[in-house]
């Protein structure tokens, strides 16, 4: 009785180096989990990667493995299947998305007040993103999509939600001069359905984006809104 006694008061005792709730072996479990955070975020860094550089079709978890260098056990603890892996990749990619349509750079915008410079200087940089990696990397996704319900299913509601946040960004790079008119939701429709478009045909043309004969024709849309 007294030693069971002695026993649970050695138990009870704080922890000398002062974090309560701490044993001696919480420090090599918190390195362990911290080694598997970025196992796992070098996985889904190779992921998007290999889609945007290799396409859907050719992103196998071997590819993702050999890239992430990694090993196959730690691949599949962390996504035991491609579905699995490629679901997370999208989730990773939808936030790359929401992020950087959340950092709207206006710098160099030309004043609200000159709505001609205004309107060619936001057509211009809506026309830009659709030349970023993230763009590309996401067309592979909504490609797979068509034929693989469980991609499309994964879609939907992070689509929803990027582009809700792209529409907010373009509304503060054309200024309230132009977004504020009755026209403006339907000519942003227009104009970013055009360029989606549009931007697929760089594919396989070889041409220079910058040089896009529709930029004046996509700036006139929204003048005349």
């Known amino acids: 009785m007294v030693e069971d006694t002695a026993a649970e008061a050695v138990v009870g005792e704080p922890d000398p180096s002062g974090s309560p709730g701490r044993g001696p072996g919480s420090a090599p479990a918190e390195r362990g989990q911290e080694r598997g955070r970025i196992a796992k975020d070098a996985i889904l860094t190779a992921a998007i990667e290999c889609l945007l550089e290799d396409g859907y079709a050719a992103t196998t978890t071997l590819r993702v493995q050999e890239r992430a260098g990694v090993s196959r056990g730690k691949l599949l603890h962390h996504f035991p299947s491609k579905q699995v892996l490629l679901s ?10 929401l992020d950087e349509a959340r950092s709207a750079d206006l710098t160099g915008a030309p004043p609200g007040g000159d709505a ?12 830009d993103s659709f030349f970023a990696d993230t763009f590309w990397t996401a067309m592979e996704i909504w490609i797979a999509a068509r034929t693989d319900p469980a991609v499309a299913t994964d879609l939907v509601d992070h689509e929803r939600q990027v582009l809700r946040r792209v529409r907010d960004g373009y509304r503060q790079a054309f200024g309230e ?4 008119r009755p026209g403006f939701p339907d000519a942003l429709a227009l104009v970013f359905t055009s360029m989606r478009g549009m931007a697929l045909t760089y594919t396989f043309s070889g041409r220079d984006h910058r040089t896009e004969p529709m930029l004046e ?9």
């Open 88 to 97: 997370s990749a999208v989730k990773r990619l939808m936030e790359q998305r």
């Open 116 to 127: 001609p410079a205004r309107a060619r200087w936001a057509v211009r940089r809506m026309w």
């Open 177 to 180: 001069q132009l977004a504020g």
């Open 217 to 225: 024709t996509w700036t006139e849309v929204f003048l005349r809104s």
